[in-house]
């Protein structure tokens, strides 16, 4: 909830894209990259790169709740995952 507020978007929204079903906008890539204190690219990183990632979400996501950032990155990484895997 606090992702989807912090980007202007829906919950329903950032849920889809969550899941695989919804591909967000380079705007909306931004305002979520800008909403996690990091880059826009480090939301693309390959299984590989998934440890550092994790680590970057962690450090970067310091505006929310413990419980928040905890499921917020397990959610972002299992969405960057699908994606990294449709795109190879």
Known sequence: M???DLCGTSTSYI???EIGNR???LELIEKIASAL???P???????????TLEQSLQ?????MTEA???ELIKR???AIRRVVKRVN
């Open 76 to 78: 972002l990484s299992d």
């Open 2 to 4: 606090t992702l989807a």
């Open 59 to 63: 450090i970067r996501t310091e505006i």
């Open 23 to 25: 591909f967000p906008s």
């Open 37 to 39: 204190h990091i880059r």
């Open 41 to 51: 690219h480090l939301l693309f990183f390959n299984e590989a790169d998934e440890d």
């Open 68 to 70: 928040a950032k905890e």
């Open 15 to 17: 849920g889809q894209i």
